[in-house]
T-cell receptor, first 115, second 110 residues
């Protein structure tokens, strides 16, 4: 029913702490994407899931970033030992991809600020 | 070279004008293309898909040129409410990964 839901909507954390961002996709959507958007910039691809597997993790900036998806539904993006350059809006999207790529629906994002 | 490239603008045009954006993509195997719109501090939302034959939705027309690997968006009779950033999107080598351009910022002036 509802759209893509992300939590928290805002997160302020101290440098060096770990953070976990959550994404609830639209029910039944098999594909799930994570993007990062810095102020005034475009969307930077991080990772995408098809079901529970992640065919493409090429966008993860460093080994401090990891993501998982369980039950083909909820996904979490974890950033360990946060740095100030991790500050950005983290956007999650889902789509009902079948044989062709279909439109992705975005959540409202998590605004992460590392101080 | 970026996989999807757009002129970041900004484009400032008067209300009622016609404005066009182009976007180029580097992967010849890309199959699916979209234009998204993003308002300030909001999430991107689909404006329209782009089909090989071209498609129109009201004042908006999208075209795909596979030979030259670019897509275009034309906005006719622009409205103040069209002010936004327009994002060009292509799938990556036909795979189920969406690659976004950096966006073109458009401001419609009264």
């Amino acid at each position: 029913g509802a759209g893509v839901s992300q939590s928290p909507s805002n997160k302020v954390t101290e440098k060096g702490k770990d953070v976990e961002l959550r994404c609830d996709p639209i029910s039944g959507h098999t594909a799930l994407y994570w993007y990062r958007q810095s102020l005034g910039q475009g969307l930077e691809f991080l990772i995408y899931f098809q079901g529970n597997s992640a065919p493409d993790k090429s966008g993860l900036p460093s080994d401090r970033f990891s993501a998982e998806r369980t039950g083909g539904s909820v996904s979490t993006l974890t950033i360990q030992r946060t740095q100030q350059e991790d500050s950005a809006v983290y956007l999650c999207a889902s789509s009902s991809n079948g044989m062709v790529v279909t439109e992705a629906f975005f959540g409202q994002g998590t605004r992460l600020t590392v101080v | 070279r970026k996989e999807v490239e757009q002129d970041p603008g900004p484009f400032n045009v008067p209300e009622g004008a016609t404005v066009a954006f182009n976007c180029t993509y580097s992967n010849s195997a890309s199959q699916s293309f979209f234009w998204y719109r993003q308002d300030c501090r909001k999430e991107p939302k689909l404006l329209m898909s782009v089909y090989s034959s071209g498609n129109e939705d009201g004042r908006f027309t999208a075209q795909l040129n596979r030979a030259s690997q670019y897509i275009s968006l034309l906005i006719r009779d622009s409205k103040l409410s069209d002010s936004a950033t327009y994002l060009c999107v292509a799938d990556y080598w036909g795979a189920q990964k969406l690659v976004f351009g950096q966006g073109t910022r458009l401001t419609i002036n009264p």
